[in-house]
């Protein structure tokens, strides 16, 4: 299930990274997904809005008027279930991230480096990279995505983490920084 998600996106990325903590797997054919992000959110038409489609065709679905959804709404009802499937788990594995002070670490390929004259081995460029995120970065970043921060701040977060890890440099005071992770192919995460 797990092996058909490829995503750019931080958030989803840790999502996914969540999921191998899980005691007990989700349910497996989309109507009953369905079923279980209704009992989540019990209004169709914000449910319909939340995966880009409409109320009508959540209903076809539910009452099997219509045999399977197309690929885009499968895979974005399968995305909604991974980020609430098992709360508790996934807050438990983040909490021990944050006390054991554990590393995490992330696979991607985008575009990731300084902003430095033009040459230089650390002017930015796509990097096909697997690094390590050491202590603070994994608990502020599982943290800034429990309290539905941005992904332009998760991306910040993570480019500060691998600069540090990658190229030994700490974001400036004032959490300048000087880092940047743009343009992402994918990112995977792993904790």
Do not use: C
């Not at 019990?42 to 319909?48: F, G, N």
């Not at 691998?162 to 192919?185: C, K, M, Q, W």
């Amino acid at each position: 299930m797990l092996d058909r998600l490829h995503t750019d996106s931080v958030a989803e990325a840790l999502d996914i990274a969540d999921a191998h903590h899980w005691t007990r797997q989700p349910p497996r054919s989309d109507r009953a997904r369905l079923r279980f992000l209704t009992s989540h959110t019990p209004d169709l038409a914000a449910l319909a809005g939340l995966l880009n489609t409409t109320p009508r065709t959540l209903q076809h679905i539910l009452i099997r008027q219509s045999a399977t959804p197309n690929e885009a709404l499968s895979r974005a009802i399968l995305k909604e279930v991974i980020r609430l499937w098992q709360p508790r788990i996934r807050r438990r594995a983040h909490q021990n991230i944050g006390v054991h002070q554990h590393s995490m670490w992330v696979y991607f390929r985008g575009w990731f480096g300084f902003d430095v004259s033009e040459g230089s081995s650390d002017d930015g460029r796509i990097r096909l990279l697997t690094q390590p995120l050491h202590h603070p970065y994994p608990a502020r970043l599982l943290e800034a995505r429990y309290h539905g921060a941005s992904e332009q701040e998760l991306r910040s977060i993570v480019a500060d983490a691998i600069g540090e890890s990658y190229f030994g440099f700490s974001p400036g005071p004032g959490g300048l920084h000087a880092v940047r992770l743009t343009n992402v192919d994918f990112i995977e995460f792993s904790h």
